[in-house]
Nanobody, 121 residues
Framework: VQLQASGGGLVQAGGSLRLSCAASGRFFSSHVVAWFRQAPGKEREFVAAIRWGTGMRYYEDSVRGRFTISKDGAANTVYLQMNSLNPDDAAVYYC???????????????WGKGTLVTVSS
């Protein structure tokens, strides 16, 4: 599975962006697809995840209620709708896929190149 993340950009605080993670292969029902982010000088951190088969969703506390992860089976794509963005959300966002849900990056086997999100105050 090859992943391609897109949709990053510059947005004002309070604004919205939608990130996309498109797979060149197909996701299997056992896959978990996640979004992580990494700000300069910080470790890569979990943002949200979705189980491809069941659609069960998981969120990091600071984004719950503002971000929504979703999937489009026909397009083999996972989205991250980000609303009410603030400067703390600025980072390079990565999508990843693996066989198990985890909030650490290590269990995820497949990674896309990141997409940069910049939030101006």
């Amino acid at each position: 599975v090859q992943l391609q993340a897109s949709g990053g950009g510059l947005v004002q605080a309070g604004g919205s962006l939608r990130l996309s993670c498109a797979a060149s292969g197909r996701f299997f029902s056992s896959h978990v697809v996640a979004w992580f982010r990494q700000a300069p000088g910080k470790e890569r951190e979990f943002v949200a995840a979705i189980r491809w088969g069941t659609g069960m969703r998981y969120y990091e506390d600071s984004v719950r209620g503002r971000f929504t992860i979703s999937k489009d089976g026909a397009a083999n794509t996972v989205y991250l709708q980000m609303n009410s963005l603030n400067p703390d959300d600025a980072a390079v966002y990565y999508c990843a896929a693996g066989a198990q849900y985890d909030t650490t990056p290590q269990p995820y086997r497949y990674w896309g190149k990141g997409t940069l999100v910049t939030v101006s105050s």
